[in-house]
């Protein structure tokens, strides 16, 4: 399966990716595991995922062309 990474600020210096190719990995828990053992600075950093455009809360499934954004976290105004 394969999703599309898009990852902004100081994580985008961190996490230079585009695609993956994520076969064996079904949900945003998985991925983040996975994000955290091939960029261990990551797991220093606060930050929040995004799925298809929807900030998530709480594990969710991943299908193939998903979107996946890591992003640092930030306040409004």
Same mark, same amino acid.
């Given at each position: ?5 898009? $990852?902004?600020?100081?994580? +985008?210096?961190?996490?230079?990716? /585009?695609?993956? =190719? ?5 949900d #945003? ?8 053992? +091939?960029?261990?600075?990551l797991?220093?950093? /606060?930050?929040?995922? +995004?799925? =298809?455009?929807? *900030?998530?809360?709480?594990? $969710?499934?991943? #299908? $193939?062309?998903?979107?996946?954004? *890591?992003?640092?976290?930030? $306040?409004?105004?």
């Amino acid at each position: 399966m394969e999703i599309e990474i898009i $990852s902004f600020g100081k994580i +985008a210096e961190l996490v230079n990716l /585009k695609n993956l =190719n994520i076969d064996g990995i079904k949900d #945003t828990d998985g991925l983040q595991k996975h994000l955290e053992a +091939a960029f261990p600075k990551l797991k220093e950093i /606060k930050y929040k995922l +995004a799925l =298809n455009r929807q *900030i998530i809360h709480a594990n $969710s499934p991943l #299908t $193939s062309g998903s979107v996946v954004a *890591i992003m640092p976290p930030f $306040s409004g105004g």
